[in-house]
């Protein structure tokens, strides 16, 4: 089976440091893509970076820039989320998500996602 | 930066009967449009791709449809696990920077 399976919520106080983890299996984890999505309460989705974990090349959203670290490690098949100094307004649920290039025309979607990590920043 | 515009915010539907939800994005995305469902407390599941093709094991009611700037998802006759919030995602490559935007979301709800 194709999964994206993410590490525990996680309660933290502002100016902590925080790695999230993304493991998948049931496939090529160094082939595909992995995005991470945030969802603050309440709220919809916004795509925050990419990478690849076959070399792991990485694209970040203009938004998230400078905010959190997306890295990888393919000996493992995991993809990490980290942040080096935590907001309260980083309270939010993260998603991991599998990039696929579909159809013969080659469009871009999210077919497989990790469970969420909550993440809870709080004095 | 592409806007991702979803309407209406809610819409209220009675089982059996039809849905339409629109997505409109400010500029051209050509087809590459993905929808996809959320559930409370579960994460988004991909829908439809290529702004009209169904990802696997997804029933035949739901359709996509659209090009360019309008796209609009269909689900025919409406099912009680139907009721959940939909998004629409585009993917563009620039400027040079890759970005997949989200609309903000239509809460379909039971009527």
């Known amino acids: 089976e194709v999964q994206l399976v993410q590490s525990g919520a996680e309660v933290k106080k502002p100016g902590e440091s925080l790695k999230i983890s993304c493991k998948g299996s049931g496939y090529s984890f160094t082939s595909y893509w992995i995005g991470w999505v945030r969802q603050m309460p309440g709220k919809g989705l916004e795509w925050m970076g990419i990478i690849y974990p076959g070399d792991s090349d990485t694209r970040y959203s203009p938004s998230f820039q400078g905010q959190v670290t997306i890295s990888a490690d393919k000996s493992i098949s995991t993809a990490y989320l980290q942040w080096s100094s935590l907001k309260a307004s980083d309270t939010a649920m993260y998603y991991c998500?599998?990039?696929?290039?579909?159809?013969?025309?080659?469009?871009?979607?999210?077919?497989?996602w990790g469970q969420g990590t909550m993440v809870t920043v709080s004095s | 930066e592409i806007v991702m515009t979803q309407s209406p915010a809610t819409l209220s539907v009675s089982p059996g009967e039809r849905a339409t939800l629109s997505c409109r994005a400010s500029q051209s995305v050509s087809s590459n449009l993905a929808w996809y469902q959320q559930k409370p407390g579960q994460a988004p599941r991909l829908l439809i791709y290529g702004a009209s093709t169904r990802a696997t094991g997804i029933p035949a009611r739901f359709s996509g449809s659209g090009s360019g700037t309008e796209f609009t998802l269909t689900i025919s006759s409406l099912q009680s696990e139907d009721f959940a919030v939909y998004y629409c995602q585009q993917y563009n490559n620039w400027p040079p920077r890759e970005m997949y935007t989200f609309g903000q979301g239509t809460k379909l709800e039971i009527k």
């Open positions: 998500a599998r990039h696929i290039v579909a159809g013969p025309l080659e469009y871009d979607a999210f077919d497989i």
